[in-house]
């Protein structure tokens, strides 16, 4: 049984002597020519190839696609940062031909009343709950005094009651202790409007037989010497004529947002003119 004991020493030497000849023979064939024994190596060498071409391909595709995403993710953030500033622009020419239309309007009315006017500008607001000012840019040195008429472009803002050298504090008639004389431009109905809340006045001692109706218009009497004749206070709100009461009850609402006003005009002249005169007299 000495042939089963297995020799790897002579195996390996059998084996070169039975290779070399083969090897000897497919040097001398054509090059065009493949050996029987060439394939398995060829097989697997090509294998080997295609599997290492497609693994680095997809290498070199997946890279790509990683960087075109960053590059995307860096356009996106230009972009973004581009948007935000062009909103800005927009927002500032906006806001500026806001304003633009805004001093254009208080320079047409300026020019069509028969009033001498100083223009200022609100500079702050009274944080007390139980008052309602303001402060303007403009005081004694501007030829202001205390009583002076404050006003806008759509109606009546309030008076100067405590002017400074350089500023003025305005009593608006929303205050409690504003008091205007006024009328229903309609009918004529007199009353007093006083300063009631926030956003409401009231139009007090009206006759109980006066027609004011809600939507009428109130404007200033001119009876106070402080205001133009004419010039628009506050719409009607309600009505009520309650039997037993001596007077109307009307509540108002006031023309004038001052929490939106930014300029103001006030009238230095005592003399002025009915305000429904100023398009006939100009």
Same mark, same amino acid.
């Given at each position: 049984?000495?042939?089963?004991?297995?020799?790897?020493?002579?195996?390996?030497?059998?084996?070169?002597?039975?290779?070399?000849?083969?090897?000897?023979?497919?040097?001398?064939?054509?090059?065009?020519?493949?050996?029987?024994?060439?394939?398995?190596?060829?097989?697997?060498?090509?294998?080997?190839?295609?599997?290492?071409?497609?693994?680095?391909?997809?290498?070199?595709?997946?890279?790509?696609?990683?960087?075109?995403?960053?590059?995307?993710?860096?356009?996106?953030?230009?972009?973004?940062?581009?948007?935000?500033?062009?909103?800005?622009?927009?927002?500032?020419?906006?806001?500026?031909?806001?304003?633009?239309?805004?001093?254009?309007?208080?320079?047409?009315?300026?020019?069509?009343?028969?009033?001498?006017?100083?223009?200022?500008?609100?500079?702050?607001?009274?944080?007390?709950?139980?008052?309602?000012?303001?402060?303007?840019?403009? &005081?004694?040195? =501007?030829?202001?005094?205390? #009583?002076?008429?404050?006003? %806008?472009? @759509?109606? /009546?803002?309030?008076?100067? !009651?405590?002017?400074?050298?350089?500023?003025?504090?305005?009593?608006?008639?929303?205050?409690?202790?504003?008091?205007?004389?006024?009328?229903?431009?309609?009918?004529?109905?007199?009353?007093?409007?006083?300063?009631?809340?926030?956003?409401?006045?009231?139009?007090?001692?009206?006759?109980?037989?006066?027609?004011?109706?809600?939507?009428?218009?109130?404007?200033?009497? &001119?009876?106070? =010497?402080?205001?133009?004749? #004419?010039?628009?206070?506050? %719409?009607? @709100?309600? /009505?009520?004529?309650?039997? !037993?009461?001596?007077?109307?009850?009307?509540?108002?609402?006031?023309?004038?947002?001052?929490?939106?006003?930014?300029?103001?005009?006030?009238?230095?002249?005592?003399?002025?003119?009915?305000?429904?005169?100023?398009?006939?007299?100009?």
């Amino acid at each position: 049984m000495n042939w089963l004991n297995f020799d790897l020493r002579k195996a390996l030497i059998v084996l070169v002597l039975f290779v070399l000849p083969l090897v000897s023979i497919n040097s001398q064939q054509s090059p065009r020519r493949t050996g029987w024994f060439d394939k398995p190596f060829t097989f697997l060498a090509g294998l080997v190839e295609n599997s290492f071409f497609g693994f680095s391909d997809g290498v070199r595709s997946t890279t790509k696609m990683y960087v075109d995403l960053i590059d995307l993710k860096q356009e996106s953030r230009a972009l973004h940062a581009q948007n935000l500033e062009l909103n800005a622009r927009l927002q500032v020419l906006e806001e500026m031909n806001t304003e633009n239309n805004r001093l254009r309007k208080l320079l047409d009315f300026r020019q069509q009343v028969k009033m001498e006017l100083v223009a200022a500008r609100i500079m702050s607001r009274d944080l007390l709950a139980e008052h309602f000012t303001i402060r303007i840019d403009k &005081g004694t040195n =501007n030829g202001l005094k205390s #009583g002076m008429a404050v006003i %806008t472009t @759509e109606g /009546v803002v309030g008076h100067i !009651f405590r002017p400074e050298p350089f500023t003025s504090h305005v009593l608006l008639i929303k205050d409690r202790y504003s008091v205007v004389d006024g009328v229903v431009a309609r009918s004529r109905a007199r009353g007093i409007v006083e300063g009631k809340s926030q956003y409401q006045l009231a139009l007090q001692h009206v006759e109980k037989s006066a027609d004011v109706v809600k939507g009428d218009l109130i404007v200033t009497s &001119g009876l106070d =010497n402080i205001y133009p004749k #004419g010039f628009p206070i506050a %719409t009607v @709100e309600n /009505v009520e004529n309650k039997p !037993f009461a001596v007077a109307l009850k009307v509540e108002l609402k006031p023309l004038v947002d001052p929490d939106k006003v930014e300029e103001v005009f006030i009238i230095t002249n005592a003399n002025f003119l009915d305000v429904t005169e100023r398009t006939t007299q100009k």
